[in-house]
T-cell receptor, first 121, second 107 residues
Framework: EVHLVESGGGWVQPGGSLRLSCEASGFTFSTSSMNWVRQAPGKGLEWVSY????????FYADSVKGRFTISRDNAKNSLYLHMDSLRVEDTAVYYC??????????????RGQGTLVTVSS | DIQMTQSPSSLSASVGDGVTITCRASQSITTYLNWYQQKPGKAPKLLIY???SLESEVPSRFSGSGSGTDFTLTISSLQPEDFAIYYCQQSYSVPPTFGGGTKVEIK
């Protein structure tokens, strides 16, 4: 069974940094594209970033480009999101999601509980 | 970016009712349209991909249709577990974008 466990969220002041992790199991992680998708409190879904299995293709939403970095360690079955220069508007639950797309984001298989990031002074 | 507009934003219905949710794209997305269900405090769940393909274990009372810019999600006979928020999402181009959601509530 597919499992995704997100961690690393917490409270941080504006301008601060945080690194989120997503540990995967139940599927061949190294060949799977992955995404981060976020949801601000009481709001809808917003795609954040995408990475292919070999890390050769990466995309970011304009709202996070230049501040967030997606990466993965296939030996550890883990996906990461390093977030710098955090803003109040980055406050959200962050979900990792498996993606069948080989070249660009396709659809999202959410199998975790998400991790809450709160940016506030 | 492609804008996705859902209607209605909310609806009230009774168990056993048929329900239709509409999703409109700001430009043609051919058949690159997916639907998700989200219950309170839970992660979204993929229901339908590529307009009309049901994800495994999704009940057959859910169906999708459409192409180009106009799409629908239909629930043929609402069950108690179907009360949730539904989102459409286009995967035609980057960035993938979501509709604002449709909340299905109990009448």
């Amino acid at each position: 069974e597919v499992h995704l466990v997100e961690s690393g969220g917490g409270w941080v002041q504006p301008g601060g940094s945080l690194r989120l992790s997503c540990e995967a199991s139940g599927f061949t992680f190294s060949t799977s594209s992955m995404n981060w998708v976020r949801q601000a409190p009481g709001k809808g879904l917003e795609w954040v970033s995408y990475i292919t299995g070999s890390s050769t293709t990466i995309f970011y939403a304009d709202s996070v480009k230049g501040r967030f970095t997606i990466s993965r360690d296939n030996a550890k079955n883990s996906l990461y999101l390093h977030m710098d220069s955090l803003r109040v508007e980055d406050t959200a639950v962050y979900y990792c999601a498996r993606d069948p797309g080989w070249l660009q984001p396709s659809n999202f298989d959410f199998r975790g509980q998400g991790t809450l990031v709160t940016v506030s002074s | 970016d492609i804008q996705m507009t859902q209607s209605p934003s909310s609806l009230s219905a009774s168990v056993g009712d048929g329900v239709t949710i509409t999703c409109r794209a700001s430009q043609s997305i051919t058949t690159y349209l997916n639907w998700y269900q989200q219950k309170p405090g839970k992660a979204p769940k993929l229901l339908i991909y590529a307009v009309s393909s049901l994800e495994s274990e999704v009940p057959s009372r859910f169906s999708g249709s459409g192409s180009g810019t106009d799409f629908t999600l239909t629930i043929s006979s609402l069950q108690p577990e179907d009360f949730a928020i539904y989102y459409c999402q286009q995967s035609y181009s980057v960035p993938p974008t979501f509709g604002g959601g449709t909340k299905v509530e109990i009448k």
